[in-house]
């Protein structure tokens, strides 16, 4: 069975410029969440999409978005980059509510 | 979700059984506990949950206090793979009502040879 996936694994992007992260879920999951994890720190819950809808996210601005499309692969985009937005992206799925494994991440670099 | 407390580190030698210990004082009687650990730079990997009984996997046992206020994380025999930071998450399904899961620090556990 094959785990969760993200990509890219690495991304640099300059200040101000937009950013696009995938994430499959493993099959037969309908919820995904976003979480970020800033070098050092732990890891700070973004977003939750379940069944193509967003159920809860944590406590980051707007420019902080995404969707989860019919198949339950999800994007998260975050507009207006910040230096501070640099960090490791994790993307975990689920089907019962209970998580399961992350993806690998996606290493955002901001510059 | 219920707030858990851990060691910051512990140091463990090749062979031995690690015994990681996590407080959760204030867990709910629908909340899980669930153990996850994370290698430097990689995502977090499950490790297992449970809500009273105690679990067992291809990878750790879980020893749940009867009136689960604290539990232990158990590595047979931990090998230098082992290295990583360890949580403990208290939450119910959905990972609670919110949907997410709250990772403290976690411990930092070290095999050593």
């Known amino acids: 069975e094959a785990g969760v996936t993200q990509s890219p694994t690495h991304l640099i992007k300059t200040r101000g410029q937009q950013a696009t992260l995938r994430c499959s879920p493993i099959?037969?999951?309908?919820?995904v969440y976003w979480y970020q994890q800033a070098l050092g720190l732990g890891l700070q819950f973004l977003l939750w999409?379940?069944?193509?809808?967003?159920?809860n996210r944590g406590n980051f601005p707007p420019r902080f978005s995404g969707r989860q499309f019919p198949n339950y692969s999800s994007e998260l985009n975050v507009n207006a980059l910040e230096l501070e937005d640099s960090a490791l992206y994790l993307c975990?799925?689920?089907?019962?509510?209970?998580?399961?494994?992350f993806g690998q991440g996606t290493r955002l670099t901001v510059v | 979700d219920a707030k858990t407390t851990q060691p910051t580190s512990m140091d463990c030698a090749e062979g031995r059984a690690a015994n990681l210990p996590c407080n959760h004082s204030?867990?709910?009687?629908?909340?899980?506990v669930y153990w996850y650990r994370q290698i430097h730079s990689q995502g977090p990997q499950y490790i297992i949950h449970?809500?009273?009984n105690n679990e067992t996997n291809e990878m750790a046992s879980l020893i749940i206090t009867e009136d689960r206020k604290s539990s232990t994380l158990i590595l047979p025999h931990a090998t230098l793979r082992d290295t990583a930071v360890y949580y403990c998450?208290?939450?119910?399904?959905?990972?609670?009502?919110?949907?997410?899961?709250?990772f403290g620090k976690g411990t930092k556990l070290s095999v050593k040879p």
């Open positions: 449970g809500l009273k």
């Open positions: 998450i208290g939450a119910g399904d959905y990972g609670g009502s919110q949907g997410n899961l709250i």
């Open positions: 204030t867990i709910s009687g629908n909340e899980y």
């Open positions: 099959s037969g999951h309908t919820s």
């Open positions: 999409y379940d069944e193509g809808e967003e159920r």
């Open positions: 975990a799925s689920s089907f019962t509510g209970l998580h399961g494994d």
